[in-house]
């Protein structure tokens, strides 16, 4: 969670795209926490929004707070433990789509770079070889702008801030980033990360499911 900027979540409405009786699938906005943080200022999340909505509602996941885009909640405590452990197994399907500074070649390719988090400057991450945690980012070119890119990114791994760091360490931060961008990167209304496509096998009866919601930028 950005310490750079105060906590003024958006206000926008559930937009639910998909429910059942197991799962209950949402576009997070930006700007809005997926858990709540510490303290009564940063009690408001969409955890507790949906929650509202849908009283059985179990977290099975995390966005950061400025990325927006596709979540999915298990609305009873089997489809939560089936869930988490299609994450914890990686065999979700996770894309993003992003803006980052510069033009990224090749078009295609693959970063692996440990990841650890930092912790004289937390919460941010960085890549350690010594002590980091192995993460994989594939990212395929999509657009190329003036000075920036428009790229797909499919994460292998889980790790915090993962594509933040990963495209960082590249030398392309993504636009608007509150922690890592600098400059004229750093001066974008948000953060230019959108979690586009989420691919499950439902909990209940095992059939593949891809929920996709188109990034507002």
């Known amino acids: 969670m950005?310490?750079?900027?105060?906590?003024?979540?958006?206000?926008?409405?559930?937009?639910v795209l998909h429910e059942d009786s197991d799962i209950v699938v949402l576009n997070k906005p930006a700007g809005l926490l997926s858990v709540p943080g510490r303290g009564k200022d940063l009690a408001d999340c969409l955890?507790?929004?949906?929650?509202?909505?849908?009283p059985g509602a179990l977290l099975v996941h995390r966005l950061d707070r400025d990325t927006s885009g596709v979540m999915v909640f298990g609305l009873t405590a089997h489809a939560q433990r089936n869930l988490s452990?299609?994450?914890?197994?990686?065999?979700?399907?996770?894309?993003y789509v992003a803006r980052v500074d510069g033009h990224l070649e090749p078009k295609v390719g693959t970063v692996e770079l440990p990841l650890i988090v930092d912790?004289?400057?937390?919460?941010?991450?960085?890549v350690c070889h010594e002590t980091g945690k192995s993460a994989q980012t594939d990212w395929r070119v999509l657009k190329y702008g003036d000075?920036?890119?428009?790229?797909?990114?499919?994460?292998?791994?889980?790790?915090?801030?993962?594509?933040?760091?990963?495209?960082?360490?590249?030398?392309?931060?993504?636009?608007?980033?509150?922690?890592?961008?600098k400059g004229a990167a750093f001066n974008f209304p948000r953060l230019m990360l959108h979690s586009e496509e989420l691919r499950i096998n439902h909990p209940e009866n095992?059939?593949?499911?891809?929920?996709r919601t188109k990034a507002a930028f």
Do not use: C
């Open 47 to 54: 955890l507790t929004r949906v929650q509202v909505a849908f």
């Open 2 to 15: 950005s310490q750079i900027t105060p906590y003024d979540p958006p206000q926008d409405p559930l937009e």
């Open 119 to 126: 912790w004289p400057n937390r919460p941010l991450q960085k």
């Open 85 to 95: 452990m299609q994450f914890e197994k990686r065999s979700t399907k996770k894309t």
């Open 147 to 181: 000075s920036e890119t428009r790229v797909r990114l499919s994460p292998k791994t889980g790790r915090s801030h993962q594509l933040r760091v990963h495209m960082l360490a590249m030398g392309h931060v993504i636009l608007g980033d509150p922690l890592y961008a």
């Open 206 to 211: 095992g059939h593949g499911m891809t929920f």
